[in-house]
């Protein structure tokens, strides 16, 4: 029988950003399903790319969120990489996009230069959980 594994750097320290990364997470959340239901609710019509991607954001924040509070579990931090990647390069893309085809979005994403309505904390936050991931990963 394979023997439990640790967490590197189980420190105070490493713990306390691990909750205010996922308290973080969890209030992107919440305002990104908030914007993108009443965006797509309301004038869906107006900027439906825009929306659209909203409302993706807003389910990869929401799945970053859970993985990430369940980040113990190896599975569920395959899932946490796997969407701060996806967010990360969503933030970079759309925000590049948005930037040099601003036609392309009448209204605003979560996403649209670089995070700025949020003020950039989409930019930083997969930043700062991926450095996370990589820090408590687990010792064999």
Do not use: C, N
Not at 33 to 57: D, W
Not at 63 to 89: D, H, N, Q, Y
Not at 101 to 113: C, G, H, I, M, N
């Amino acid at each position: 029988m394979k023997a439990p594994q640790k967490i590197v750097s189980g420190t105070a320290r490493t713990l306390m950003v691990h909750r205010i990364i996922v308290a973080l997470y969890s209030v992107l959340t919440l305002a990104a399903l908030g914007r993108s239901s009443f965006q797509v609710l309301t004038k869906f019509e107006e900027a439906p790319l825009a929306y659209s991607l909203s409302v993706f954001a807003a389910g990869i924040y929401l799945l970053a969120t859970i993985a990430l509070a369940l980040g113990a579990k190896p599975w569920a931090r395959r899932i946490a990489f796997g969407s701060l990647s996806v967010e990360l390069v969503g933030v970079l893309g759309i925000g590049t996009l948005s930037l040099v085809r601003p036609e392309l979005f009448p209204d605003a994403t979560v996403w649209s230069q670089f995070g700025l309505g949020y003020i950039l904390i989409p930019l930083f936050l997969p930043l700062l959980g991926l450095w996370w991931l990589r820090v408590t990963r687990p010792t064999q």
